[in-house]
């Protein structure tokens, strides 16, 4: 029997992970990355397994120092504190093992570093591993030759998380995404034929972070709706065990803009209870999006950008978006044309970025094929590693903190936020409405619940929150949805929450304004508001 300990390493401050409210929403970090459960499962029995999350928990490198493997799992963001834990374990000569996204888009990173490299998915090269170095005769590099058949992945090991100091839960239905995206890495990895866990799989999950004390749970696919046909059977039965259960989980995923081009699937995802999802819109700019193969989100006869997410929208699907500047069409106007479009949009969360060239993706091996390319020098400097046509690296940094600047200053927030919540009158998920009517009891021990929820992320706003100005503001806008919308107790819960969340991308913000401002530099400080994924499956030791 061996010690075998796996780590997910800390994460630098960035969008996703919401650090700067995480405090006043009573946790310690947003979210669990999904492998971390899922590589404990795939541990044989006869071995004792932990699993540390860094973003929750200090490492204990005593604790490390005894076991008899440690085992990182991590994104090039994470790429530095990597290095760090694998530097301390190396001098106190612990056997180590690294894979997740950064050994696969960057392996050469970590050559000579750690004992076991794994490059891929890992589902079945990580339990081959495993007996290998029982047996003494382990190779150092692991490649899966196969995808993995995911209906064959056991229940993730939910029991050995933190649970109590994540705000949500992460699990993942399925994988890959049919589309060809220029600058994304999804297809590389994860390939263009998604594939999907049976109903089963995917309610005995549901059912883990119940039992665990999740009431909110990101499913992290990269795109849910990629195989529509296979996952509406899914669908349905999720929305037969909320229904059994009275709703007690609340769901938000990724998926693309083409959601709003099918009705059933609509009205589906939001009886399952997704009340929120992201969507990779990355521009108005439409030749931008063809230039760079976001094809699905070019439709004349589907509607423009805006009516799409408005139809997404008033299914009661709340929208979060991802925006991206410095692609070859954008010109200077971009940082102008942004802004606006979320505002027209009614989108208060768009994860913003510079354009960035993930290895092995076909964005990266043109611009590299062309010259233009940074340094890493360079990249640090200017928060990327793209060689913008259409203005200079200078002016693509510039702009890129005016975007931020413009877009999370507390007016333009809260006029999206009170465009989409109190003009329109936003309701969540309205498939629901009928089940609720038959239910009162239940729906007034919800609604109580959810006074309670909203006076407590109030309370802690206005205590906490140390900037007199923002704090002012923060109060005017909980006074502005409490008396406009007084009797929907969920809507205000959810509008507190998003009131935390500019505290965060404020302070955010500022941040990325003084770096820039003092001349200062930031590795990846560009990176840490783009498409940076919190919650990958088993991308080997995956994150």
């Given at each position: 029997m061996a010690d075998i300990v796996i780590v997910n390493p800390r994460f630098d401050v960035s969008f996703w992970g919401m650090e700067h409210c995480m405090g006043l929403l009573g946790k310690k970090a947003n979210l669990p990355v999904a492998c971390l459960a899922l590589l404990g499962a795939l541990v044989p029995d006869h071995h004792d397994v932990t699993?540390?999350?860094?973003?929750?928990?200090?490492?204990?490198?005593?604790?490390?120092?005894r076991a008899d493997l440690v085992c990182l799992t991590g994104m090039s963001i994470q790429g530095r504190r990597i290095g760090e834990l694998l530097d301390e374990l190396r001098a106190r000569d612990v056997m180590t093992a690294v894979g997740g996204p950064m050994a696969t888009v960057e392996p050469e990173q970590l050559e000579g570093l750690c004992d076991v490299i794994f490059v891929g998915e890992a589902d079945t090269t990580w339990p081959q591993f495993l007996a290998e170095w029982e047996e003494g005769c382990h190779k150092d590099r692991y490649e899966q030759a196969e995808k993995t058949d995911i209906t064959q992945l056991p229940l993730p090991r939910v029991d050995l998380l933190r649970s109590e100091r994540y705000m949500f839960g992460s699990m993942q239905i399925s994988r890959g995404c049919p589309f060809t995206c220029e600058f994304c890495d999804i297809i590389v990895t994860f390939g263009r034929k998604p594939r999907l866990k049976t109903s089963d799989q995917v309610i005995a999950e549901l059912n883990a972070f119940w039992e665990a004390g999740?009431?909110?749970?990101?499913?992290?696919?990269?795109?849910?709706?990629?195989?529509k046909k296979a996952i509406k059977p899914i669908l349905r039965d999720i929305v037969a065990w909320q229904q059994k259960h009275a709703y007690p989980l609340t769901l938000f995923t990724e998926a693309s803009l083409d959601l709003a081009e099918d009705e059933e699937l609509m009205e589906l995802m939001g009886l399952a209870n997704f009340q929120s999802v992201f969507i990779g819109i990355e521009t108005p700019n439409e030749e931008s999006l063809k230039e760079t193969k976001k094809l699905q989100n070019v439709r004349p006869k589907a509607g423009t950008l805006l009516d799409r997410v408005h139809t997404i929208q008033?299914?009661?699907?709340?929208?979060w978006c991802g925006m991206i500047v410095g692609f070859d069409h954008d010109e200077p106007d971009i940082f102008e044309v942004m802004p606006k479009f979320l505002s027209d949009a009614r989108i208060a969360s768009a994860l913003i970025g510079m354009l960035h060239a993930i290895p092995t993706t076909p964005l990266y091996k043109r611009l590299k094929e062309a010259g233009r390319l940074n340094d890493d020098d360079a990249s640090d400097c200017y928060g990327t590693n793209v060689i913008p046509l259409g203005m200079s690296r200078e002016d693509l940094r510039d702009g890129f903190v005016d975007v931020m600047q413009e877009s999370y200053g507390a007016g333009a927030y809260f006029e999206r936020l009170d465009s989409l919540f109190v003009e329109k009158r936003f309701q969540f998920v309205i498939h629901q409405l009928p089940y609720w009517w038959k239910r009162p009891f239940a729906y007034t021990k919800r609604a109580t619940l959810n006074y309670i929820r909203f006076a407590v992320v109030a309370a802690r706003l206005l205590r906490h929150v140390?900037?007199?100005?923002?704090?002012?503001?923060?109060?005017?806008?909980?006074?502005?949805i409490a008396k406009t919308r007084p009797l929907e107790p969920h809507i205000l819960f959810v509008y507190a929450l998003?009131?935390?969340?500019?505290?965060h991308y404020a302070a955010l913000t500022a941040q990325l304004s003084d770096v820039y401002e003092e001349g200062n530099v930031m590795p990846n400080a560009g990176r840490s508001f783009s498409r940076v994924r919190r919650a990958e499956p088993v991308q080997v030791l995956a994150s």
């Open positions: 699993l540390i999350d860094e973003n929750v928990e200090d490492v204990d490198f005593d604790r490390l120092g999740l009431k909110i749970v990101f499913v992290v696919d990269d795109n849910l709706i990629g195989n008033d299914h009661g699907i709340d929208v140390e900037d007199e100005e923002l704090r002012a503001r923060y109060k005017t806008q909980l006074m502005r998003k009131v935390a969340l500019h505290h």
